[in-house]
């Protein structure tokens, strides 16, 4: 554990909330108390920074706002001493269009995000359920993709059947290449990106612009695209019901999952007990 705890970043899905975007209860209770002890709290996600995200902490119930946005994977980073979003390394038309070639003999839906709403090729239940967990609206293509590349974009995403996951990343192993790969951000989804963008990247900048040392950071997660904050953060902890690659490159794992509050849990023990 490290000996100066100043910021506390968390993945959403899995990790801070459940399916269905429930916190639990001691997490919530948790972060409440360290808000108020002055650390600083952030948001580490594969979801786009816009103003649904802002929105997070009052539809969790939280009295405070988030002092930390890192968005698509590590593409975006917002914090609260800077207005702006920075942006890094994001896919070309062109490479998105190959993306979207590449992966159709799968016969997937593919989509990508466009300010507060979703461009997707076909509307089925899988989008209309990411369009209520986001509460963002969604345009449909029928079945047109190029509309989906017309400008430049932090990455092209599929969603499928979570049985179909094993398929899907082998056959994405196919379609990696030097200028994007696919990297499974959730079971039934699969998002294509520069190699260069991940959460871990993110965090150093973070740190860079704000002057808080990385050492001084824990992050919290659960998938294949926190695997780099994990390692990079001063303390990363992957959830109990997080994947292997996850947890193999975490400082800890929680006793609990996500669904029995593993992350206040873990807090509780290991964290507000040692901060004066």
């Known amino acids: ?38 650390i600083l709290l952030g948001l580490s996600t594969g979801r786009k920074i816009n103003s649904s995200m802002f929105q997070r902490a009052k539809n969790w119930g939280l009295s405070f706002d988030f002092d930390i946005i890192i968005g698509m994977n590590g593409g975006q980073l917002w914090d ?39 461009v997707t090729m076909y509307f089925d239940d899988l989008i209309h359920a990411s369009m209520s967990r986001n ?3 969604v345009v449909v293509t029928d079945g047109d993709s ?16 979570e049985k179909r ?8 192993k196919t379609v990696d290449c030097d200028e994007y790969h696919g990297i499974m951000t959730s079971p039934g989804i699969i998002e294509f990106m520069d190699p260069r963008v991940n959460k871990g990247m993110a965090l150093h900048k973070y740190s860079q612009r704000s002057g808080i040392p990385i050492g001084e950071i824990m992050a919290f997660g ?12 001063g303390w990363g ?27 206040g849990r ?8 040692k901060i004066v």
Request: charged share 30%.
């Open 165 to 172: 996951t094993d398929e899907v990343a082998e056959f994405a």
């Open 222 to 233: 659960d998938m294949d695209n926190d695997k780099e904050m994990l390692k990079e953060a």
């Open 135 to 137: 509460n963002m609206k």
């Open 237 to 263: 902890v992957c959830l109990e019901n997080g994947s292997d690659i996850s947890k193999s490159m975490a400082d800890d794992v929680t006793e609990y999952p996500c669904t029995e509050d593993g992350m």
């Open 80 to 118: 609260s001493k800077h207005e702006d979003i920075e942006s890094y390394y994001l896919l070309q038309p062109k490479q998105m269009k190959e993306i979207i070639e590449k992966m159709s003999p799968l016969g997937l839906n593919a989509m990508i995000y466009e300010e507060d709403y979703m």
């Open 1 to 38: 554990m490290i000996d100066k705890v100043t910021v506390i970043i968390a993945d959403i899905d899995g990790t801070l909330v459940n399916k269905g975007e429930s916190i639990m209860p001691i997490t919530k209770a948790a972060l409440e108390e360290l808000h108020q002890k002055g």
């Open 266 to 273: 873990y807090l509780e023990q290991h964290v507000l007990g």
């Open 146 to 161: 190029d509309r989906l590349c017309i400008r430049p974009n932090y990455n092209v995403l599929f969603r499928f059947d």
